[in-house]
């Protein structure tokens, strides 16, 4: 009987078979490392720097120019001629299909959206009002303005949504009335009417 038996060309030797599986786990751990240092990009995603967005929309393809009017607690309104009063602004002035054109390479491509938004950067406390104004018709018909409340932070969340029939030039609506409190808080959401075009008029 052989004292000693060749080794199969299989076997492999506790210390080896101990560096390799040490190999696999640094491999492992350094492969995870990459990832946390490297997380994958967030697409779709907007940090908008506001508090509140105001959303007036009406159907798309409508050449018919809505505008919107808003005034906060110190009762001084924001409209297409006064873009901006402290924490309130108004991010564009959507003519309907007036200023929707461009031309790219020589042909004409139209937006059909129509669509202002007016932001809140800050949570002064007092009574907001936000008014959607009927201001130039190309077509004569009557058209539908919805306007959302949405809160930005500290998550995306929809407060409030109400869809006012404007008839004919010229005709006004209250969208939305809010108030602010003193701790940031939505309430007292409602439709009661007050003019703020008429009153800029005088």
Known sequence: MALFQRKSSFDIDPFTDLLFNALLTFTFLFLIALLLLNPPAKTGIIDPKAEFLITVSWPDGDPNDIDVWATGPNGKKVW?????DGLMHLDRDDRGLANDTQVVNG???????????????GRPPGEYIINVHYFKTENQVEVPVTVYLAEVNPQMKVLHYHTSLLAKEGDEATAIRFTLTPSGKVTNINQLQKSLVKANAK
């Open 80 to 84: 297409y001629k006064r873009t901006q």
């Open 107 to 121: 042909k004409e491509i139209i937006n059909p959206l129509n669509q202002e938004v007016l932001t809140l950067r």
